[in-house]
């Protein structure tokens, strides 16, 4: 399912006696030194688990090597969840947000801890014995992202986040310069995708607030009731835009059994959901959350896929410059490739 934490990977380190200076004069918190782990998942922010005293606390910060500071924005992040934590249960609260990058070498925040089972790989063996909780807990999952759409952000003080008019072009153009910026090797099918979705960008269908990254690897489950959602977790990409945007990437996610095993087993999917509900099912259940009906969500899924495949590539990209030692993302060419090709068959079937 998934792994707590981990020691902390080379190159990753942050400077556990700066941090636990700076975190004494704070005084909301314990004196005494402090310990630090990482959490193993994640490919963008970096997350770790600080023990002071008897307390714990999640610390995140962007990845090294960013140069891009307002695509991992911390006092965003803190910001947000600020206020979002507020209105929207499944949000984690923050605690601190710091901007001296002489304590750990970036800025960073800290947030209360959230507990709970993350569905990567392997799935608990109640999930696997059941059928019916599968679908509850897809069910679950879908009706939280509906949830989360449906609510008032002008009131919650989140109006500001994101500008909906012409946003889905935005955002094809936005990550089609991402990617070529970015790019290291020819990925055909992943370019003709680029082009279909220039020529095919919908109208918006609605406003509301996203998570942008929606999937089962930032869903934190009760591991006592498995159809509850305890957190929403890694908000760095949260604005304000079409909410069908939002469940499009949910969807690029949601592998299915003809990507074949690598993809299938790729560590962070739930490989038991992917092969036992289908992308339409999915799709289905949150427009039931929702209570709307959804156009051909075709648009919507296979820009996902290319979403997804940019960041893989940005990620592979920043590997290959040395900005991270993480061996996980060795081989994310491959992943954005797969993408790519997942991307141009959907085009080509004209479905999901």
Same mark, same amino acid.
């Given at each position: 399912?998934?792994?707590?934490?981990?020691?902390?990977?080379?190159?990753?380190?942050?400077?556990? @006696?700066? #941090?636990?200076?700076? !975190?004494?004069?704070?005084?909301?918190?314990?004196?005494?030194?402090?310990?630090?782990?990482?959490?193993?998942?994640?490919?963008?922010?970096?997350?770790? #688990?600080?023990?002071?005293? =008897?307390?714990?606390?999640?610390?995140?910060?962007?990845?090294?090597?960013?140069?891009?500071?307002?695509?991992?924005?911390?006092?965003?992040?803190?910001?947000?969840?600020? /206020?979002?934590?507020?209105? +929207?249960?499944?949000?984690? /609260?923050?605690?601190?947000?710091?901007?001296?990058?002489?304590?750990?070498?970036?800025?960073? +925040?800290?947030?209360?801890?959230?507990?709970?089972?993350?569905?990567?790989?392997?799935?608990?063996?109640?999930?696997?014995? =059941?059928?019916?909780?599968?679908?509850?807990?897809?069910?679950?999952?879908?009706?939280?992202?509906? @949830?989360?759409?449906? #609510?008032?952000? @002008?009131?919650?003080?989140?109006?500001?986040?994101?500008?909906?008019?012409? +946003?889905?072009?935005?955002?094809?153009?936005?990550?089609?310069?991402? +990617?070529?910026?970015?790019?290291?090797?020819?990925?055909?099918?992943?370019?003709?995708?680029?082009?279909? #979705?220039?020529?095919?960008?919908?109208?918006?269908?609605?406003?509301?607030?996203?998570?942008?990254?929606? /999937?089962?690897?930032?869903?934190? !489950?009760?591991?006592?009731?498995?159809?509850?959602?305890?957190?929403?977790?890694?908000?760095?990409?949260?604005?304000?835009?079409?909410?069908?945007?939002?469940?499009?990437?949910?969807?690029?996610?949601?592998? =299915?059994?003809?990507?074949?095993?690598?993809?299938?087993?790729?560590?962070?999917?739930?490989r038991l959901l992917m092969e036992n509900i289908s992308r339409q099912e999915l799709v289905d259940m949150y427009a039931l959350a929702a209570n709307r009906t959804l156009p051909d969500m075709l648009f919507y899924y296979v820009f996902g896929t290319f979403k997804i495949a940019v960041i893989a590539q940005q990620i592979y990209s920043r590997y290959l410059k040395g900005f991270t030692r993480d061996e996980r993302?060795?081989?994310?060419? =491959?992943?954005?490739?797969?993408?790519?090709?997942?991307?141009?068959?959907?085009?080509?079937?004209?479905?999901?």
């Amino acid at each position: 399912m998934n792994r707590e934490t981990m020691s902390v990977r080379a190159g990753e380190e942050i400077n556990a @006696e700066e #941090l636990s200076r700076y !975190l004494e004069s704070q005084s909301k918190f314990p004196a005494g030194n402090i310990s630090v782990a990482q959490f193993p998942a994640g490919s963008s922010n970096l997350t770790y #688990l600080i023990r002071a005293a =008897s307390e714990e606390y999640v610390l995140r910060r962007p990845p090294f090597g960013n140069t891009v500071k307002t695509a991992h924005d911390m006092r965003r992040e803190f910001d947000v969840l600020s /206020k979002l934590s507020a209105v +929207y249960a499944p949000a984690p /609260k923050p605690i601190l947000f710091c901007d001296d990058e002489t304590v750990i070498g970036s800025e960073f +925040y800290l947030m209360e801890r959230r507990h709970g089972i993350v569905l990567r790989g392997r799935s608990p063996e109640v999930l696997e014995a =059941s059928p019916e909780l599968q679908r509850k807990v897809c069910e679950s999952f879908a009706r939280n992202l509906a @949830e989360l759409h449906a #609510l008032d952000y @002008e009131s919650a003080g989140l109006g500001s986040l994101g500008r909906p008019d012409g +946003y889905c072009r935005r955002q094809v153009e936005g990550w089609t310069k991402r +990617y070529f910026a970015s790019k290291t090797d020819e990925l055909p099918e992943l370019e003709m995708a680029i082009g279909w #979705l220039h020529e095919n960008v919908p109208d918006e269908s609605g406003a509301g607030l996203i998570h942008n990254d929606y /999937k089962f690897d930032n869903v934190m !489950l009760d591991p006592n009731d498995l159809t509850r959602v305890n957190a929403v977790l890694d908000w760095e990409m949260v604005t304000v835009g079409d909410p069908l945007m939002d469940l499009g990437t949910t969807l690029g996610y949601w592998i =299915s059994p003809d990507a074949g095993d690598e993809m299938l087993s790729m560590p962070f999917n739930p490989r038991l959901l992917m092969e036992n509900i289908s992308r339409q099912e999915l799709v289905d259940m949150y427009a039931l959350a929702a209570n709307r009906t959804l156009p051909d969500m075709l648009f919507y899924y296979v820009f996902g896929t290319f979403k997804i495949a940019v960041i893989a590539q940005q990620i592979y990209s920043r590997y290959l410059k040395g900005f991270t030692r993480d061996e996980r993302f060795a081989r994310f060419d =491959s992943f954005a490739a797969a993408l790519g090709m997942i991307a141009a068959r959907a085009i080509h079937r004209r479905g999901l």
